[in-house]
């Protein structure tokens, strides 16, 4: 049976992880059409200025170990994510991210816009990141189905392999004086976070959140 989504190759990528928001590896993602492949919330906490999500996804992917993805929400306009991963042998990661329209390729992000807003990806980790965009679909839909989604498909790749791997990404909405910066002091990674109304404060290390504050 056909549907407007055309072939069964179409449909495949729609149910891979290169066609979510999520994170690659070495190019592969998460288990298709699995009931191994399972994920779940392991911390969170909720507040009037900032939110936080945790969750834990490696059960999804045959070659992880672990990906630990961490959500904060500096209400109303800037979201950090931190990614960490660990894998059972050097490995390449690629974060992924899509949209309607075209972004804007710029040094450590991208940039996308709309007519109402604007919408700012800044990655501060890892180091060795390559930043690129495709406006076309990895397996396209059949001609016949007479789609026009106009959807970019972007990738943050960490160039060098590696067994264990962190992403810091920080998304801006209407606020271009938003920013983060990421300290290390012995295990503890502290994160300072400019908002556009006043600033943040993440403290935490691989396996806990340490704290959280606005001011």
Known sequence: KRDVYGS?????WMWHSKSDNAILVNGEGQAKHSAEATGRIVDYSFSDGVDYVVGEAADSYAPLDRWTRRIFFFKPQVILIHDVLDAPEPSTFQ???HA???FEVVERGAVWKNDAHTVQLSFFAPADLEITQSLAFDTPPHEWA?????EAHLTASATEAAAQQEFFT????????????VTRA????????TLPDGSGLI?????????VSRD
């Open 170 to 181: 920080l998304i801006a909405i209407d606020a271009p004086e938003a920013a983060a910066t």
């Open 100 to 102: 309607q329209g075209e």
């Open 146 to 150: 007479n789609l026009d989604l106009k």
């Open 8 to 12: 069964p190759h179409h449909r495949d």
């Open 95 to 97: 974060w992924q991210a």
């Open 186 to 193: 012995d295990a503890l990674l502290k994160v300072d976070v």
């Open 203 to 211: 403290e935490m290390d691989r396996d806990r959140i340490v704290s």
